[in-house]
T-cell receptor, first 115, second 114 residues
Framework: EAGVAQSPRYKIIEKRQSVAFWCNPI?????LYWYQQILGQGPKLLIQ????????DSQLPKDRFSAERLKGVDSTLKIQPAKLEDSAVYLC?????????????FGQGTRLTVV | AQSVSQHNHHVILSEAASLELGCNYS??????LFWYVQYPGQHLQLLLK??????LVKGIKGFEAEFIKSKFSFNLRKPSVQWSDTAEYFC????????????FGPGTRLSVLP
């Protein structure tokens, strides 16, 4: 079974620039998550999709972050404009829908450095 | 809102020592519980999970965890650690309702000395 694919693996940008991350979840997984993991901390949920609808985006800084999941498969997360404090690893995860007993599968993450 | 705490930020052990990492959560409803591990340079991987039934669950690589409902705890244990267990360990919780997200603890870094 292929895992969650993310790209790019690494990105360095200057503050105020924009950046986009891409995620391809495990085939058939209806739920997709974007997490932000700052160094030394646990992953923090940014947004959760169920198919192509947003389930939870309460912790997404909507003034600069946006995400979409067109057609309920791939997803992109965008930051515009980036700030220094956005430096983190951005993790994409997916899980199957249809019940309570499910686990999340994670991608390798994109390490973003804002300078 | 759910929250997860982990007792130790950094644990240093010698090989063959026993390990116990603490995890407590705050949520009044029924929960699913997880331990994830992140080896250096690798992605988060599931170590073990608890959904229901026997509160003592066994995972990969000799790890086990015990769910104590009255204490809202899900501590991770291993009788004898190896150098290869050096990693970051994250406890996670999600509410046993459809569509709930996974809430992670801050993580515990384990360093095993050869």
């Amino acid at each position: 079974e292929a895992g969650v694919a993310q790209s790019p693996r690494y990105k360095i940008i200057e503050k105020r620039q924009s950046v986009a991350f891409w995620c391809n979840p495990i085939s058939g997984h209806a739920t997709l998550y974007w997490y932000q993991q700052i160094l030394g901390q646990g992953p923090k949920l940014l947004i959760q999709f169920q198919n192509n609808g947003v389930v939870d985006d309460s912790q997404l800084p909507k003034d600069r972050f946006s995400a979409e999941r067109l057609k309920g498969v791939d997803s992109t997360l965008k930051i515009q404009p980036a700030k220094l404090e956005d430096s983190a690893v951005y993790l994409c995860a997916s899980s199957s829908a249809g019940g309570a007993h499910t686990e999340a599968f994670f991608g390798q993450g994109t390490r973003l450095t804002v300078v | 809102a759910q929250s997860v705490s982990q007792h130790n930020h950094h644990v240093i052990l010698s090989e063959a020592a026993s390990l116990e990492l603490g995890c407590n959560y705050s949520y009044g409803g029924t929960v699913n519980l997880f331990w994830y591990v992140q080896y250096p340079g690798q992605h988060l991987q599931l170590l073990l999970k608890y959904f229901s039934g026997d509160p003592l669950v066994k995972g990969i690589k000799g790890f086990e965890a015990e769910f104590i409902k009255s204490k809202f705890s899900f501590n991770l244990r291993k009788p004898s650690v190896q150098w290869s267990d050096t990693a970051e360990y994250f406890c996670a919780v999600n509410a046993q309702n459809y569509g709930q997200n996974f809430v992670f603890g801050p993580g515990t870094r384990l360093s095993v000395l050869p």
